[in-house]
């Protein structure tokens, strides 16, 4: 059984800026397509980003808006989530997740198989 797991998520300021990983225990990462996703209390869980399986695609959610960066390190088992500019509508618990399907497109949660348990962040106003 592959697990995820999230780390890096805080309370933060509107404006600052937070890293996001999550390390998986997949002996092959690289065959998976990775994301990001995020539910805020009372909302169904949102697509957030995703990055292809060797890092050279990316997409993200329109409400990114150029303030996020997804990265991977193969050869780490890691993603990265780079938040910049925080605002307090981004206040949520973040997931990371695992598929193995690639769009280009914001992709739905029904794509990913193993999920990590969430990490918590929130920005304060």
């Known amino acids: 059984q592959v697990l995820l797991i999230e780390s890096g998520g805080g309370l933060v300021q509107a404006g600052d800026a937070l890293r996001l990983s999550c390390v998986s225990s997949s002996r092959t990462f690289s065959n998976a397509i990775m994301a990001w996703f995020r539910r805020t209390p009372g909302k169904d869980r949102e697509f957030v980003a995703a990055?292809?399986?060797?890092?050279?695609?990316?997409v993200y959610a329109d409400f990114v808006q150029g303030r996020f960066t997804i990265s991977r390190d193969n050869a780490k088992n890691t993603m990265y989530l780079q938040m910049d500019s925080l605002k307090p509508e981004d206040t949520a618990v973040y997931y990371c997740?695992?598929?193995?399907?690639?769009?280009?497109?914001?992709?739905?949660?029904?794509?990913?198989?193993?999920w990590g348990q969430g990490i918590q962040v929130t920005v304060s106003s």
């Open positions: 997740a695992a598929g193995n399907f690639w769009s280009g497109g914001p992709l739905a949660e029904t794509y990913f198989r193993t």
């Open positions: 990055v292809s399986w060797y890092g050279d695609a990316t």
